[in-house]
């Protein structure tokens, strides 16, 4: 049994039930020996969904976020009704890196099957907002932003996909710039960072150090170090943004 059925029989939480659950139970009983009845029986077998009650051992909230970055990845790669070869190559090298060669092919083929399903974007963010961390959703939405910017541009439509996921979310406005401001440091001047500390240009010095403060305490890696070493590894490249985005004001300075 691959990671990902592993994961789908051997301790998933909140995305057993719900949009999500639904969306990857249908794909992977369509594409393998699982049936739809035995996913039922799992569903039966595991805890209420419907109460906010419930607790996840720390591996079931890794594989919660496993499975929810899948369908997530399918909603902002179609976005703008094209997958180019850049997103996935992007995408594959995601997989290798975190769950190696087995379970990259497995989630492929899940992927490829999400690119070909309905995807009700504002039910399946809004099972997120209701079951993950408010630092495990930034760490999403970074990554969904990562996707994104696969082929070195950010397409309008994918952009909105992604904004309406973030609002679904419950992400503050802030938020939802600061970390597209990352993706943006090549633009050429400073503006960008300003965006990346949530500060409005021509900040004091004494603001720019207080909101790297800040910024730093809440994109640090550990943060999200319930979702496994990879996440922690991912989460690197937000809190260096953010501190090149305070490197470059107060150089400025």
């Keep these: 049994m691959g990671i990902f059925k592993t994961i789908l029989f051997g301790g998933l939480g909140f995305t057993l039930g719900g949009p999500i659950g639904m969306i990857v139970g249908v794909v992977i009983a369509a594409l393998s020996d699982v049936g739809k009845t035995d996913f039922g029986k799992a569903i039966d077998d595991g805890s209420s969904f419907g109460g906010k009650t419930r607790h996840f051992t720390r591996q079931q909230t890794a594989n919660d976020f496993k499975v929810a970055l899948l369908v997530m990845f399918a909603a902002v790669m179609k976005a703008d009704g094209q997958v180019v070869k850049s997103e996935l190559t992007v995408v594959k090298r995601f997989l290798l890196k975190n769950y190696g060669e087995e379970g990259t092919l497995e989630a492929l083929k899940i992927l490829k099957a999400l690119l070909n399903t309905s995807i009700d974007v504002d039910a399946v963010s809004k099972q997120c907002a209701e079951n993950m961390?408010?630092?495990?959703?930034?760490?999403?939405?970074?990554?969904?932003?990562?996707?994104?910017?696969?082929?070195?541009?950010?397409?309008?439509?994918?952009?909105?996909?992604?904004?309406?996921?973030?609002?679904?979310?419950?992400?503050?406005?802030?938020?939802i710039q600061s970390i597209a401001a990352m993706f943006h440091s090549s633009q050429g001047d400073n503006s960008w960072a300003y965006s990346v500390l949530e500060l409005e240009q021509g900040a004091s010095q004494d603001e720019i150090k207080k909101a790297y403060r800040r910024m730093a305490m809440k994109y640090h890696p550990d943060k999200v170090s319930t979702l496994g070493d990879e996440a922690k590894t991912q989460a690197t490249e937000r809190f260096r943004k953010v501190k090149e985005a305070y490197e470059l004001l107060m150089g400025n300075k």
Excluded: C, Q
């Design 133 to 175: 961390s408010y630092s495990t959703r930034l760490h999403l939405l970074h990554l969904l932003y990562s996707i994104a910017d696969a082929d070195g541009k950010i397409d309008p439509s994918e952009k909105a996909v992604i904004n309406r996921i973030a609002v679904g979310m419950e992400v503050t406005m802030a938020d």
